[in-house]
Structure formats: C-alpha cells, structure tokens
C-alpha cells in the first residue's frame, strides 16, 4: 500500500522523498508550495482546503513547505511562493504564482485539463 490515499478530501502533505509518488499515483495533482513565514500562502490554505473537498475524486491537491524541502524547490524552479505546481498524468504542465480568490485558482487549474 501507498503513501497516499486514493481519493483524499483535504490536501495530502508532500516532501522531497514523496513527492514522486504522488506525481505518479494523481492523474490531476496541485502542489501547494509554501512556509510558514509567508502571509499570501496563509491566505491560501484555507482556499485549497475547500477546493480539495469540494473536488474530491477529480483534483488532488498537496502541500509543500519549501523551508524543509529544498530539493523540490530547486527541481522545479520555485522563485516565489505561493506557487501551485500543477501535474497531470505525472508530468509537470504549469505553475500558478501568487494568492487569488478560490473561482480564479479554479478556473486557472481547469485550464491545464
């Protein structure tokens, strides 16, 4: 068995050393990259908790805290945070920089389909 859950209802945590299997386990996975200094990411986390429930079964999110996992960061070129990763069927295929209003995110995660 897994690390991560099938279909997760609130965003699953990742780090360096998980972070692949997730990427290969989601069809359609959004990394929320983060720290806890970082006001804009707090503004996030309760915006991607409800969109992780709200899209249960279609959208996988996962957070990222970048202070203890640099590896990720340097991998995928995290410059500024927030930053969402957005994966599909494993392959990387966009970032979405900086803090919005819940329909926006959406509507800019649905874009990458």
């Known amino acids: 068995m ?14 360096d050393g998980t972070i692949d299997e997730a990427i290969k386990k989601y ?6 990259c ?13 915006v991607i908790d409800k969109l992780a429930k ?3 079964g279609d959208i996988v999110f996962a957070k990222l805290d970048v202070d203890s996992n640099p590896k990720t960061s340097t991998k995928f070129g995290i410059r500024s945070i927030p930053d969402l990763l957005v994966f599909k069927d494993g392959e990387k295929v966009g970032d979405i920089i900086g803090a919005m209003p819940e329909q926006v995110l959406l509507d800019k995660i649905k874009a990458y389909r």
């Open 27 to 32: 069809a359609l996975l959004v990394v929320d």
């Open 2 to 15: 897994g690390t991560f859950a099938d279909s997760p209802d609130s965003p699953v945590e990742v780090t």
């Open 54 to 56: 709200d899209h249960k």
């Open 34 to 46: 983060w720290a806890e200094w970082c006001g804009p990411c707090k503004m996030m986390g309760p």
